[in-house]
């Protein structure tokens, strides 16, 4: 005799659901958290471009998603992860090597232009690394109107120390170090140490202002850009409690109108 099956509608089946224990919902809980630190430990979520020197390639108020895994040092308990080392034109997230005036280093995002050994020079803004000039689209022109001795024909002009905050131009240890790495007219980037610079080459300051990037400094590289809202450069300066609590409501108010739905979960290259 064939034996009947029972339907969760008909009297012999269970329409109980079982209720979560407040174990398992602790359980739950800390697996969230788990995951999360995992993530946030591997992805830096919320990098924002503060500034214009990535420009065109990055804007201000740009949201990126940062990769953490592919520069890191490969470990045995994650073998099946991509790593390679950083190589010439990748963007790149990393540490500041220069201080501010608190002791801290800024993030930043700049491109790789210089590998450890390369012997570079500018000419009237085009760079040229072991003597071949290099194709970069993406960097700023350079035109009679823009030019400027110290950035387009670098290191022809040696850096000049700054007064005030390190961060805003040039520091007493670089301009010091600077012409121990110059040989023959061109900078030689040391081992272990990248050269770093700005799409936006008027309007970056970045390795020709501060000097070399450590490899321990590289934190990652940007996949793509989550969020892109118009904000104002000088809006980032401002750094208070109340001043970050005034922009969030601001960007509350005008998401929709604001943000540049063009740039969502576009790839940086």
């Known amino acids: 005799m064939k034996k009947k099956e029972v339907s969760p509608e008909q009297p012999g089946a269970s329409r109980n659901k079982v209720k979560e224990t407040p174990y398992e919902t602790l359980a739950g ?3 969230f958290v788990v995951i999360w630190l995992f993530a946030t430990t591997l992805q830096g979520q919320n990098t924002v471009i503060p500034s214009g020197s990535m420009e065109n390639t990055l804007l201000v108020g740009d949201h990126l998603l940062v990769d953490r895994i592919t520069f890191a040092p ?3 308990w994650m073998p099946l992860v ?3 080392e950083p190589r010439r034109n990748d963007i790149v997230v990393f540490f500041k090597p220069v201080t501010d005036k608190n002791g801290d280093h800024m993030t ?6 210089g590998m450890p050994g390369d012997h570079i020079h500018l ?3 085009i760079v040229i690394i072991n003597g071949v000039a290099q194709d970069q689209p993406h960097a700023e022109a350079t035109t009679p109107d823009n030019h400027q001795d110290f950035l387009d024909e670098f290191p022809s002009v040696a850096p000049v120390v700054t007064d005030g905050d390190p961060n805003e131009g040039t520091p007493e240890a670089w301009a010091i170090d600077f012409p121990n790495h110059i040989v023959d007219g061109d900078l030689v980037v040391p081992p272990g140490e990248y050269f770093m610079m700005g799409d936006n080459r008027h309007n ?3 390795s020709r202002y501060w000097g070399f990037v450590p490899r321990e400094n590289i934190v990652g590289r940007p996949l793509f850009n989550y969020w892109s809202f118009k904000t ?3 809006q980032y300066e401002q750094t208070g409690i109340g001043d970050t609590v005034a922009r969030m409501g601001y960007e509350a108010l005008h998401f929709f109108t604001d943000t540049r739905w063009n740039r969502t979960l576009h790839l940086i290259r």
Not at 108 to 113: A, D, E, G, P
Request: include cysteine; glycine fraction near 4%.
């Open 232 to 234: 104002p450069e000088e």
């Open 204 to 206: 970056s300051l970045d």
């Open 74 to 76: 490969p470990t045995k």
């Open 29 to 31: 809980f800390c697996a």
């Open 108 to 113: 930043l995002v700049k491109r790789l232009i």
């Open 82 to 84: 991509y790593y390679r």
């Open 123 to 125: 000419r009237n803004g």
